[in-house]
């Protein structure tokens, strides 16, 4: 099984402030790696596949990075709509999501 | 645009099976570009992918999962199907129906691009 950790599990930022969730792989996926957003109540919305390649008509300021172990999902400059839970998913045996990170209004 | 919904009962009792359907529209599931998955999340709780099936019938499931599930796909009604047998409270969740888009590699490797709202399935007696 290949096991994904997810950090921070909760992040607390303002609207306008870079941030970045890390999400590691407990064996190489190579770029086999996709984020999501999920908001209450709604299933959850691809963002990036392929560890960087962003979905159509998904805003640019969110960008994904990573190979291997470690990845990272960075949101440039976070806007109202952007406060939700993200998850990341590895597609390289099977599939398999991480616990998710919780991003908060401070 | 696809448009995934899933159907079945609420509430199942306990050792009974689960069984839900999502019906597909926009897009065919006899196309083999796409992996068609179930996906599930407990309350407050992550994502478990619980299997798929392929235009070719053929099925893949979690291996934690396997021995109680199976999924079909019916081409004449552009549906797929998910049973859960014996289940239990721990089997309480919103199950989601997605499609899964292949990328480059042997074997597939898919991540989702469309899913269904979800459907809120109770164990209880």
């Known amino acids: 099984d290949i096991q994904l950790t997810q950090s921070p599990s909760t992040l607390s930022a303002s609207v306008g402030d870079r941030v970045t969730i890390t999400c590691r792989a407990s064996?190489?996926?190579?770029?086999?790696l996709a984020w999501y957003q999920q908001k209450p109540g709604k299933a959850p919305n691809l963002l990036i596949y392929k560890a960087s390649s962003l979905e159509s008509g998904v805003p640019s300021r969110f960008s994904g990075s990573g190979s291997g172990t470690e990845f990272t999902l960075t949101v440039s400059s976070l806007q109202p709509d952007d406060f939700a839970t993200y998850y990341c998913?590895?597609?390289?045996?099977?599939?398999?999501f991480g616990q998710g990170t919780k991003l908060e209004i401070k | 645009q696809v448009q995934l919904q899933e159907s079945g009962p609420g509430l199942v009792k306990p050792s009974q099976t689960l069984s839900l359907t999502c019906n597909v529209s926009g897009g065919s599931i006899s196309n083999d570009a796409y992996y068609w998955s179930w996906i599930r999340q407990p309350a407050g709780k992550g994502l478990e992918w619980i299997g798929r099936?392929?235009?070719?019938?053929?099925?893949k499931y979690n291996p934690s999962l396997k021995s109680r599930v199976t999924i079909s796909g019916d081409t004449s009604k552009n549906q797929f199907s998910l049973n859960l047998r014996s289940v239990t409270a721990a089997d309480t969740a919103v199950y989601y129906c997605?499609?899964?888009?292949?990328?480059?590699?042997?074997?597939?490797?898919?991540?989702?691009?469309?899913w269904g709202q979800g459907a809120l399935v109770t164990v209880s007696s």
């Open positions: 997605a499609r899964g888009v292949s990328g480059e590699g042997v074997p597939p490797r898919y991540y989702f691009d469309y």
């Open positions: 099936v392929h235009a070719s019938g053929s099925t």
């Open positions: 064996q190489s996926i190579s770029t086999w």
């Open positions: 998913q590895q597609y390289e045996n099977y599939n398999t």
